[in-house]
């Protein structure tokens, strides 16, 4: 089971939870982003652009915590940046813990190893190691020869100490179907808990605008790498939404689901847009133009099915009736049913 059953139980107490107070939005992942620096400097990245002023800003503990307290969302998730260089950053997953959210640590995994002595195993937090393929394709992707081989060294390590550890793997326009499921192959036998896989988003920082994906592209590329999937293959995702990237199912984006907090506020509307900042949840929720977002809303919108817009409107799906639980459960049990 690619997600523990504890973590299952929050997640569906919370999302039934608002949906009996009848409230219409809610977040379901926190981003919480205390820094944009990082140990690589990835062609497809679009945070390690901003000067040196930027990239030095820290968010405090405090502040971590405080806006965890403020959105209430059961799971959160650490990109950055490389967040493992972050001098406080044992100190803020502590806390996490402590207030028993589901924190995702997100990490390219070169600092993983000799770190993981500051950061005690729990069902409350998981290593997400950022993957991108098998070594030649993940070491091309973050422009670095010996990445892979770090970042494999450093899950078993993890593994071996009892931590929960996953993957996350962002896609690109020459990905290699039958490379891309050998890889996912060599995952499963290092015995990490589950996948996460996403299209690429076309960052206007990024140095790479050449390989993001459109969207008729998105489906095909994630139809030939899912269809006839191997029932070995842990997804720590929905499956509703891994059927919207093959183009069985059509959503519409969901932005406040995972909002987004970093070193300049609350980002309007997403991770990946930055359409102004918010100094509250409250105000970003209450005075953002929703609307004005999404596919057929919004030009910038138009080729994106990342899963920060699009997973929770997957979740919304699963909670939202009976039919969609079951749709849910079938796929779970048989993911290559018609």
């Excluded at 977040?27 to 497809?44: D, Q, W």
């Excluded at 896989?197 to 994630?222: C, N, V, W």
């Amino acid at each position: 089971m690619a997600v523990p059953v504890s973590q299952m139980y929050t997640v569906s107490k919370y999302v039934l939870t608002q949906k009996l107070r009848g409230v219409k939005r809610y977040p379901l992942v926190l981003m919480l982003e205390p820094l944009f620096r990082c140990n690589l400097a990835c062609a497809g990245c679009g945070k390690i652009q901003y000067p040196d002023h930027v990239l030095d800003k820290r968010l405090t503990p405090a502040q971590c915590w405080a806006a965890a307290d403020e959105c209430a969302a059961p799971i959160i998730s650490i990109p950055g940046g490389e967040p493992l260089i972050h001098p406080e950053m044992p100190e803020i997953v502590r806390g996490l813990v402590e207030r028993q959210k589901y924190v995702y640590l997100c990490t390219n995994a070169i600092l993983m190893e000799r770190k993981l002595d500051e950061y005690p195993a729990s069902k409350f937090l998981t290593f997400s190691v950022h993957m991108d393929g098998l070594r030649d394709e993940h070491d091309l992707a973050v422009c670095r020869d010996g990445v892979y081989d770090v970042a494999v060294k450093a899950i078993k390590a993890a593994l071996k100490r009892g931590h929960r550890v996953t993957t996350n793997t962002t896609l690109f326009d020459d990905a290699n179907p039958e490379r891309v499921r050998k890889f996912f192959d060599e995952m499963m036998e290092l015995g990490v808990e589950g996948m996460m896989i996403s299209p690429g988003y076309s960052y206007q920082k990024a140095p790479d605008q050449q390989h993001f994906l459109k969207r008729s592209r998105t489906m095909e590329l994630f139809s030939k790498i899912l269809s006839n999937r191997k029932r070995g293959w842990q997804f720590n995702q929905s499956p509703l939404f891994l059927e919207f990237l093959m183009g069985k199912r059509e959503y519409q984006c969901t932005p406040w689901g995972n909002p987004t907090y970093n070193v300049f506020g609350w980002q309007r509307p997403c991770y990946l847009l930055q359409e102004g900042y918010a100094s509250s949840f409250r105000e970003l929720m209450e005075q953002t133009n929703w609307d004005g977002y999404g596919t057929g809303r919004n030009e910038k919108c138009a080729d994106c099915m990342v899963h920060c817009g699009y997973e929770a409107s997957a979740v919304e799906d699963t909670f939202g009736s009976l039919s969609g639980f079951a749709k849910t459960v079938k796929i779970t049990l048989l993911p290559n049913a018609r």
